[in-house]
C-alpha cells in the first residue's frame, strides 16, 4: 500500500508526511512544485491538469513503491474547485484507489458548496472507503509567511477582522495532522466526519490580548465591516472574489457559526489539542520584524 498526499507541501499534508515517514509507511507527496531539500518521494500534481493524475500511477510504480490505494484530497485554491476534484476521485478509483481522506471544513456538510460536493461525491460511492476532515480555523493563519494576519501583526501589531466578538475555537495543523493520519490509516474511520476543533473558544481580540502577553508588545483587534475587510484584503494582493468571500466567512463568525466545542482530537489521538497560548509561544519568533519566514 501506497499512500497519495495531494496538496503534499501545504499545512496539514507536509505534517502528514512526517507522520507516514516516522511510522514507516509509504506515501507519495504531490503538488505543483517538488523542492529538491525534501526527504521524501515526490511527483508534479496539478487539480487543472488532468494529465498530471496519470503520472501520479506512473511515478510510484517507477519508483519501485507498492500501488496507490489511499489518497489524502487537500483542494486546490480555486473557486470551483469541486469539478476537478471530483475528476480525480473517479480517476482515481478506476486506478485502484479505496480509500480517500477529505480535508474539507467545520462549516460546510455534505452536499454543501465547494468541498461538500466532493463530500457528497464520495458518499455515493459503491466500494470505496471515505472520511472526512472538518477542521474549524487553522492557528496557522496567523503564522504562515504570507498571511496578511501574520504581516499585520509584525508589521503593524494589529489584526483585522469582521468577527466582532464571534468566537472560534482555532486549531493547530498539528492536531489536524494526528486525526488525519488516524483516518488513513484506520479502517474504522471509514464513513466518519471528524470536526477537529481546538480546546477553547476565543475573540480575535482575545487573540491579540494572548499575542500581547507572548510578544510583550501591545497588538490591537481592528474591528471591521464585511466590506471594510473586503478592502483590506484585497490590498493584500489578495483576488477580490476570495477577499468577499473570506469577509464573508467573518460574518459568519460573528453570527455564531463557530461557536462550539468537542473532545475529537483527545478522542482520536489520545493527546488533547494545543491552545492557542502554547502555539503563540513556539511561534513567537515569527512576529518580529527582523522575521521573514515561518513554519507553515
Given at each position: 500500500?501506497?499512500?497519495?498526499?495531494?496538496?503534499?507541501?501545504?499545512?496539514?499534508?507536509?505534517?502528514?508526511?512526517?507522520?507516514?515517514?516516522?511510522?514507516?509507511?509509504?506515501?507519495?507527496?504531490?503538488?505543483?512544485?517538488?523542492?529538491?531539500?525534501?526527504?521524501?518521494?515526490?511527483a508534479?500534481?496539478?487539480?487543472?491538469?488532468?494529465?498530471?493524475?496519470?503520472?501520479?500511477f506512473?511515478?510510484?510504480?517507477?519508483?519501485?513503491?507498492?500501488?496507490?490505494?489511499?489518497?489524502?484530497?487537500?483542494?486546490?485554491?480555486i473557486?470551483?474547485l469541486?469539478?476537478?476534484?471530483?475528476?480525480?476521485?473517479?480517476f482515481?478509483?478506476?486506478?485502484g484507489?479505496?480509500?480517500?481522506?477529505?480535508?474539507?471544513?467545520?462549516?460546510?456538510?455534505?452536499?454543501?458548496?465547494?468541498?461538500?460536493?466532493?463530500?457528497?461525491?464520495?458518499?455515493?460511492?459503491?466500494?470505496?472507503?471515505?472520511?472526512?476532515?472538518?477542521?474549524?480555523?487553522?492557528m496557522?493563519?496567523?503564522?504562515?509567511?504570507?498571511?496578511?494576519?501574520?504581516?499585520?501583526?509584525?508589521?503593524?501589531?494589529?489584526?483585522?477582522?469582521?468577527?466582532?466578538?464571534?468566537?472560534?475555537?482555532?486549531?493547530?495543523?498539528?492536531?489536524?495532522?494526528?486525526?488525519?493520519?488516524h483516518?488513513?490509516?484506520?479502517?474504522?474511520?471509514?464513513?466518519?466526519?471528524?470536526?477537529?476543533?481546538?480546546?477553547?473558544?476565543?475573540?480575535?481580540?482575545?487573540?491579540?490580548?494572548?499575542?500581547?502577553?507572548?510578544?510583550?508588545?501591545?497588538?490591537?483587534?481592528?474591528?471591521?465591516?464585511?466590506?471594510?475587510?473586503?478592502?483590506?484584503?484585497?490590498?493584500?494582493?489578495?483576488?477580490?472574489?476570495?477577499?468577499?468571500?473570506m469577509?464573508?466567512?467573518?460574518?459568519?463568525?460573528?453570527?455564531?457559526?463557530e461557536?462550539?466545542?468537542n473532545?475529537v482530537?483527545?478522542?482520536?489521538?489520545?493527546f488533547?489539542?494545543?491552545?492557542?497560548?502554547?502555539?503563540?509561544?513556539?511561534?513567537?519568533?515569527?512576529?518580529?520584524?527582523?522575521?521573514?519566514?515561518?513554519?507553515?
Amino acid at each position: 500500500m501506497t499512500i497519495l498526499l495531494l496538496g503534499g507541501r501545504g499545512k496539514t499534508a507536509s505534517r502528514i508526511a512526517g507522520l507516514l515517514h516516522a511510522a514507516d509507511i509509504p506515501f507519495l507527496v504531490a503538488s505543483r512544485s517538488t523542492s529538491s531539500t525534501s526527504p521524501f518521494r515526490q511527483a508534479k500534481f496539478d487539480w487543472l491538469i488532468e494529465e498530471s493524475y496519470e503520472s501520479l500511477f506512473l511515478k510510484a510504480s517507477a519508483e519501485g513503491m507498492a500501488p496507490i490505494t489511499t489518497a489524502y484530497l487537500v483542494p486546490p485554491p480555486i473557486f470551483d474547485l469541486a469539478p476537478p476534484m471530483i475528476k480525480f476521485v473517479d480517476f482515481a478509483r478506476q486506478r485502484g484507489v479505496r480509500r480517500f481522506v477529505l480535508l474539507s471544513a467545520s462549516t460546510i456538510e455534505k452536499g454543501g458548496p465547494a468541498m461538500g460536493q466532493v463530500h457528497e461525491r464520495l458518499a455515493s460511492l459503491a466500494g470505496i472507503e471515505y472520511a472526512v476532515l472538518r477542521p474549524t480555523w487553522f492557528m496557522e493563519n496567523f503564522s504562515s509567511p504570507q498571511e496578511p494576519q501574520r504581516l499585520a501583526i509584525r508589521d503593524e501589531n494589529k489584526l483585522y477582522s469582521a468577527a466582532g466578538d464571534g468566537r472560534i475555537p482555532f486549531v493547530s495543523a498539528d492536531d489536524i495532522a494526528r486525526v488525519g493520519f488516524h483516518a488513513l490509516m484506520d479502517a474504522g474511520s471509514s464513513g466518519k466526519e471528524y470536526l477537529i476543533l481546538g480546546p477553547e473558544l476565543l475573540t480575535y481580540s482575545e487573540v491579540a490580548s494572548i499575542l500581547t502577553t507572548v510578544l510583550g508588545r501591545q497588538i490591537t483587534h481592528v474591528n471591521l465591516s464585511e466590506s471594510e475587510l473586503a478592502r483590506y484584503l484585497e490590498t493584500t494582493g489578495m483576488p477580490a472574489e476570495d477577499s468577499s468571500m473570506m469577509a464573508g466567512m467573518d460574518s459568519i463568525i460573528k453570527n455564531g457559526a463557530e461557536q462550539r466545542l468537542n473532545h475529537v482530537v483527545e478522542e482520536v489521538t489520545g493527546f488533547p489539542p494545543r491552545s492557542f497560548h502554547d502555539f503563540a509561544v513556539r511561534e513567537k519568533q515569527c512576529w518580529t520584524k527582523a522575521s521573514t519566514q515561518s513554519s507553515l
